[in-house]
Every structure is written in C-alpha cells, then in structure tokens.
C-alpha cells in the first residue's frame, strides 16, 4: 500500500514562500516522476511541477515555484515564492512509480490547502 502524505499547506500572506512536501511510503521500489497539481475551486486539476531527471512548470509559476526531489527519502518538496492570490488552491502531490507488489501506477497524495490571502 503506498501513500503520498503532503504538508506545508496554510494560510499565507501575498508574496509569501512556503514550502510543501510530500513524502512517498510502501513498499517502494523505484520512483519514475513525481509532481504537484492544484485545483481551485470550480475550476480543474492542474499542472504545477514535474521532476524526473529534469523538471517541468507550469508558465503560471515559472520563476516563482521550484520544485525539487530527495530520491533517499523518497520525497518531493515544492518550494512557493512570491505567492499571489490566484495561487490559491489545494495542492496534490502525485508519484508515478514501481512497487514490489503491483508494478507501475499513478498515486495522488490527499491534497494540501493554501490560502493566499492578507
């Protein structure tokens, strides 16, 4: 059973830099990419930021997010600058990735709300 479990999420003011992580648990035996979505309400899941080998933003957080991955602990962090209110959203952290039991799957972690607001 593998679990994504996310923190770092809250209220923060604009202009703001939190941090999120996502950590990756089970039986785990190699990790492909893992990410950040987020979903505003009434609007879709999106793209963030994407690491493999190399990583991928979305233009909206270009410049201002960087993602980043600690392979030994199996964690993906999600560094937020310069927050602005239209970052608000719940943040899911995603894992593509191989286990001993099931293979290769997608998982999403519960998801993380942020706030920006003063």
């Known amino acids: 059973q593998v679990q994504l479990v996310e923190s770092g999420g809250g209220l923060v003011q604009p202009g703001g830099s939190p941090r999120l992580s996502c950590a990756a648990s089970?039986?785990?035996?190699?990790?492909?990419?893992m990410g950040w979505y987020r979903q505003a309400a009434g609007k879709q899941r999106e793209l963030v930021a994407t690491?493999?080998?190399?990583?991928n933003y979305a233009d909206s957080v270009k410049g201002r997010f960087t993602i980043s991955r600690d392979n030994a602990k199996n964690t993906v962090y999600l560094q937020m600058n310069s927050l602005k209110p239209e970052d608000t959203a719940v943040y899911y952290c995603?894992?593509?990735?191989?286990?001993?039991?099931?293979?290769?799957?997608?998982?999403w972690g519960q998801g993380t709300q942020v706030t920006v607001s003063s």
């Open positions: 690491i493999t080998t190399s990583t």
């Open positions: 995603n894992a593509d990735l191989v286990t001993y039991d099931l293979g290769r799957r997608n998982y």
């Open positions: 089970g039986s785990i035996f190699n990790i492909y990419a």
